[in-house]
C-alpha cells in the first residue's frame, strides 16, 4: 500500500466512526506561550482538553505537521543517524473530547491495525501503565481488561511513568496511555529473541506506532494531580514509521514517503544509497531536513537568527553542511528538491504547492549564505592552524571551537573532522563547558515560574465585545502570578472583556480595571490558545469586586488607524507589483505599522510613490468598513478574501471589506469605521529583512503630521545654513562638488605624505637571518594609508617583516605583515605577533597569518609597542 493510500485509508476509518476531519494547524505555533512549533497532534485541541473552550466536533481525526527540534521533545541529534526519528512528520490522530473513552479507543486501534491494514498480529506488542507511587496513581487495570480481551496476555507490557504516562509539559493535561509497538525483525531474528525482550529499549526495528493516550488529569505547578472535568482520548501515531510497518521496510527512509528524495540526491550527487554510511547519514539528514524547512516557510516562518527563525535555519544549515561534507555539493542543492516537495505532499498540505516559488527561492538565498559562511569558516580553521603550528601545539582549545560555532555557525562536528585531515583534534569538553556556560546564560534570562489558576467565580468562558465597545462592567474569573527577574506580575481573565489580545500583529490594548476603590493598569492583553489573558503589575485588594474594565481609546484609536492602512497598503502593493505579493508578518500598534511581504526586488522610489497615491486616494475616499461576522470559510473564500498562509482558520471566519473590489481580508482586528479617520499615510522606510522577504514601514494620522512638520523644519534649517538661496538644488550640487574637489586634494597630498615616508622607511631595513626586518613608528592621516604602505614596502622587499605603528584619529594603530614563505620557515603569524603587541597599547586586534591589524586606548604605549617588537625580532 502507498503512503497517501495509507493516510487516506486512516482518515476514511476514523470518518466511519463519526469523526469529523480537521484539517492539520500550522507547523508554526502562534498564541501559545509555552510552544515555539506544533510538537504533537493534540496541541490545536489543548483548549479543548484544559476546558477553556467547548470542542466543536466530539470526536475528531485528522494528520498533524509537526516539528521536534527544541524544548523538551527533541530529536535534532537522531535524525540520520537512526532509521526513525525525523525534524518534520506527520501525526495521524483520532480524539474524543468528553465522548467515548479508552474501550473504543483500543478496540478501532486494533480493528484499523490488524483488519483494515492487515499487520500481522503475531508482530504486535502493547504496554499499559503500571501505576506509580509517587503520584499514588495504580495500575491502568481497565486498559489491561481491555487488551486481554483482544491479545494474549505475554503481548501485554507492563510500562513505567517515563514510557506510559503521558504529559504535555511540567504542567498541564494528563494521563495514563497505552502503546503499541511492532516487531519487524526478520522472522529467524523473532525466534531468537522475543518481541516483547526488545520493548522500548531503543531497538531500531522493534519501534513504537501508536499511543493511546487517555487525558484524566491536570498536572498543577506544585507537582500534585487534579481530575479533569471530563476524560478524553488522544492518539497519536507516527505516519512515517506506521508507512514503515505496512510496507514491512527495515528503515523509514526506504519507504515511499523519502525514496523519490534519495533518489533525487543520488542523481545530483553521483553518490548511491546504501553504500557508505557516512553518506548515508547525510543522504537521511537531507531528505528529512527539506521537508521541515518547506513545511514551515510555508506556514510563514523565514530563516532568521531569532527564536523559531533560527531553529529553522539551524536546520537549513545542517542539512546543507551534511551535503557539503559528504556528498560533495559546493553550490546551493537543498532548493532544487522543492517540486518533489509541492508533487508529493500538495493534496494534503496544498500550502507548499501554493508557495512553491516562494520556499525555494528563500532556501537558495539562505544556501548561498551559508555555503559563504563555510567558506569563511575553513580560512579562519586555516589562520588558527598556523598559530597552533607557531606554537608547536595540536589542539584546537574549546573556546575557540565554540567561538567558530556561535559566531560563524560553524558546527564542532565539521571543525573536529577538518582538524582530524590535518593532524589536529579540538578540545571537546572545553566546548561543551562553553556550550553549558551560553545555556546557563540563557536560562537565567528567560527564566520565569508560572503559578496555578487561582479562581474566584464559576468559569463559563469569555465574552469578547472589543468590536463593539471599550469599556464594561466585568468580574475577575481566575488570576495566576508569574515570577520572574523583574519580580512578580500577575494574569488575569475577565468573563467579559472589551481588550483586544495581541493577534495577527495587532499589538494588544490596555487600559485600566476600576473599581469603587481602586484604578488597576492593564499593562498587555495577550493569547494564550482561545484565553484572553490581561497583564497587571499588582492584584485588586478584592478580586471578587465588579469591575469597570476600560481600554486606552487613544492607543486604540491610533492602532487601528494604522492597522486599517495595512489592509489598504497591501491591496496597493498588489496592485503595483503583482498578485504574487503575500504577507510575511506585521506589526500593528499606536506609533507606526509594519509590513513583511514575499517580493524579490527593492521597490523603486516610483513604486512607492504610486502605493503611497493609492493608499492616500483610498483614505480621502472614506470608504465605510463592512464587518461580516460568523462567515462560513467557503463563502469568505468566493467572495475572494485575503487569507494568510500560516494562519488556522476555523469554519466560520471574520471578513473586513474596504470596497469590495479593493479590500477584502480575513481579519481577526480592530478598524476604523471609515477610511477618512486615518487621515494621511506615509511610508518611511522599504528594504529587505530575508531572502524574498521585503519590509514596509509607514505611519498615519498623529504621526504622519508630525513626520511632515519635522521635514518642513528641517527644510527651513538647511534653507537657513545656505543662505536661502533662489536654486536649492543647484546649491546643494555646488557645495558637494566643492568637497569631492577638496577631498581629491588631501588625497593627492596624503598620497605625497605616504610617498615620502616609504623612501625614508626603505632606508631603515635592517637585515637578521636572511629577513629584511623594519620596525618603525610613523605618522599617516588614516588607517587605509597604514595598510597601503605595509603592503607597498612588503613588496619592495624580500623576504620581509614589517612591523608599524601610527597615531590615527587620536588612537593608536599597529599593522603587521610578512613575507608568506615566514610563516612555515620561521612559524611567524601576523595575527598573533599583532596581539602581542597591542597589550601594550590596551587594544586587540588579527587578521590572516601574512598581515594583521591591531587598535587600541592608550597612545603612550605606541613606543612601548615599537620597543617590544624591536626585542622579539632584532
Partial sequence: MEAKKIRSTFIEFFQSKQHQYVPSSPIVVKNDPTLMFTNAGMNQFKDAFLGNEVAKYPRVANSQKCLRVSGKHNDLEEVGVDTYHHTMFEMLGNWSFGDYFKKEAIEWAWELLTDVYQLPKD???????????????????????????IVPEDRIIMGSKKDNFWEMGDTGPCGPCSEIHVDLRSDAERGEIAGRDLVNNDHPQVIEIWNLVFMQFNRLSDGSLKELPAKHVDTGMGFERLVRAIQMKSSNYDTDLFGPFIQALEKKSGKTYGQNEPNDIAFRVIVDHIRAISFTIADGQIPSNNKAGY?????????????YTFLGFQQPFLYELTPLIADYFGDIFPEVRAQQEFIAKVIQEEETSFLRTLDNGLKMLESIKAELNAKNQKVIPGKTAFELYDTYGFPLDLTSLIARENGFSVDEKGFAEEMEKQKTRSRAASESETGDWVFVHEDTGVEFIGYDF??????????????????????????????YAESGGQVGDTGWL????????????????????????????????????????????????????????????????????????SLVNENLLRFDFSHFGKMSEEEIARVEEIVNAKVRENIPLVEQRNVPI????????????????????????????????????????????????KITSEGSISAGVRRVEAITSKAAEEYLREQEALVKEILELLKNPRDVKKAIESLIQERNDLKKEIETLHLEKAAGVKSELLKQFVEKEGVQILISQVELPNADSLKKLAYELKNEVSPALVVLAAKIEDKPQLAVILEESLI???????????????????????????????????????????????????
Fill in 123 to 149: 508482530r504486535l506488542y502493547v504496554s499499559v501503565f503500571q501505576g506509580d507511587e509517587g503520584d499514588k496513581l495504580a495500575m491502568d487495570q481497565e486498559a489491561y481488561d481491555l487488551w486481554k480481551s
Fill in 311 to 323: 531553529v529553522i535555519r539551524r536546520i537549513l544549515r545542517r542539512a546543507v553542511r551534511y551535503g
Fill in 470 to 499: 471599550t469599556e464594561t462592567h466585568s468580574q475577575i474569573i481566575k488570576y495566576r502570578t508569574i515570577t520572574d527577574k523583574k519580580g512578580d506580575r500577575y494574569q488575569l481573565v475577565l468573563d467579559r472583556t472589551p481588550f
Fill in 514 to 585: 476600576i473599581s469603587d476603590s481602586e484604578k488597576i493598569r492593564v499593562i498587555d492583553t495577550k493569547k494564550e490558545n482561545d484565553l484572553i489573558v490581561h497583564f497587571v503589575e499588582k492584584l485588586p485588594t478584592n478580586p471578587e469586586k465588579r469591575f469597570s474594565a476600560e481600554v486606552d481609546r487613544e492607543k486604540r484609536t491610533l492602532t487601528m488607524n494604522n492597522h486599517t492602512a495595512t489592509h489598504l497598503l497591501q491591496s496597493a502593493l498588489r496592485e503595483v507589483l503583482g498578485d504574487h505579493i503575500q504577507q510575511r508578518g
Fill in 634 to 681: 467557503e463563502e469568505a473564500k468566493k467572495m475572494g478574501a485575503t487569507a494568510l498562509f500560516g494562519e488556522k482558520y476555523g469554519d466560520f471566519v471574520r471578513v473586513i471589506t474596504f470596497d469590495k473590489d479593493f479590500s477584502v481580508e480575513l481579519c481577526g482586528g480592530t478598524h476604523v469605521p471609515a477610511t477618512a479617520q486615518i487621515g494621511l499615510f
Fill in 824 to 874: 612555515a620557515s620561521k612559524g611567524w603569524n601576523a595575527g598573533q605577533i599583532v596581539r602581542d603587541l597591542a597589550r601594550e597599547i590596551q587594544g586587540g586586534g588579527g587578521g590572516q597569518p601574512f598581515f594583521a591589524t591591531a587598535g587600541g586606548k592608550d597612545l603612550s604605549g605606541l613606543e612601548k609597542a615599537v620597543a617590544k617588537a624591536k626585542a622579539m625580532f632584532l
